[in-house]
């Protein structure tokens, strides 16, 4: 997969917030997790479409608390921003079920995007300055609609960035992967 299609598949999931991802191995046991299968509407079998774990409430403080850790001492080094980003929207594991999730979430979100921001450089100002902004409308968004389990993941919720954050997200992307030997 090339970087460009990895961009594309990082931002979608970014976009909807919602794939904030996490093991419930690393951040609590069986017992603090519950698994819903949601299958294909009109299917003649019962087929899965996707498979989402959750955690209850203080596992996921644990994960919050856990990830807020990560990105403050990832600091501006977008070697170490990268994997985070990833590990936020992997697509695969727990995703947010109550609205104190989403809005810890989206906390998250925002952290991880000053991250990005602060490790852009001068000379993607504008881009920084666009990722940053990404953060203020997804934060806005969310309070306006209660920070909604359904809204996050729904397409709505990519529809609170403005059309210059995916692109500035892309551009610092792409700086990450060439500076860390992975473009």
Do not use: H
Not at 96 to 107: G, H, R, S, Y
Not at 108 to 133: C, H, N, Y
Request: glycine share 8%; hydrophobic share 40%; aromatic share 4%.
């Amino acid at each position: 997969m090339g970087a460009a299609q990895t961009t594309t598949k990082m931002l979608a999931t970014a976009l909807l917030v919602a794939g904030l991802t996490f093991s419930a191995a690393a951040c609590g046991s069986k017992d603090e997790a519950a698994t819903t299968t949601t299958a294909k509407s009109g299917s003649s079998t019962t087929e899965p479409l996707a498979t989402t774990t959750t955690l209850d409430d203080s596992a996921y403080d644990k994960f919050a608390t856990s990830m807020a850790a990560k990105i403050k001492a990832a600091g501006t080094d977008q070697c170490k921003i990268d994997p985070l980003f990833m590990e936020l929207s992997a697509g695969e594991g727990t995703s947010p079920a109550t609205p104190q999730q989403v809005e810890k979430a989206v906390n998250l979100t925002v952290q991880l995007f000053d991250a990005m921001a602060a490790s852009a450089g001068p000379a993607r100002a504008k881009e920084a300055a666009d990722i940053k902004a990404g953060g203020e409308q997804i934060t806005e968004a969310a309070e306006k609609n209660g920070y909604s389990v359904e809204w996050i993941r729904s397409p709505d919720a990519s529809s609170a960035f403005s059309p210059t954050f995916a692109t500035s997200l892309a551009a610092v992307r792409t700086d990450i992967l060439k500076n860390c030997g992975k473009g």
